[in-house]
Nanobody, 127 residues
């Protein structure tokens, strides 16, 4: 079993920055793939960014490319999402997720590929 816990969300003004963290515990021995998704009320869950835990093969959604940066600290078993130049439309609940497989880039945005999900952390951007 794998347990993921997001943190770092909050209220920020448009143009500001936040860094989200996702701490993993349990059976995290497989290298696999990790990613970030978000969901606004009444909207579908949206892919943001993903990477292989090894550090290779990073993918970003068009909506966040150039503004968000995904990274990880293997020693701390922690995934990060640095969010800069935040916009009102970035307001959502943000989730981290993990797949036990080393996904190819074209599969990283597919939600069904991820078996483990965190509880989510709220990000609210004021206009």
């Amino acid at each position: 079993q794998v347990h993921l816990v997001e943190s770092g969300g909050g209220l920020v003004q448009a143009g500001g920055s936040l860094r989200l963290s996702c701490a993993a515990s349990g059976r995290t021995f497989t290298d696999g793939t990790v990613g970030w998704f978000r969901q606004a009320p009444g909207k579908e869950r949206e892919f943001l960014a993903a990477m292989r835990w090894s550090g290779t093969t990073t993918v970003y959604a068009d909506s966040v490319r150039g503004r968000f940066t995904i990274s990880r600290d293997r020693a701390k078993s922690t995934l990060y999402l640095q969010m800069d130049s935040l916009r009102f439309e970035d307001t959502a609940v943000y989730y981290c997720a993990r797949s036990p497989r080393g996904l190819i880039a074209s599969s990283m945005s597919t939600q069904s590929q991820y078996e483990y999900w965190g509880q989510g952390t709220q990000v609210t951007v004021s206009s």
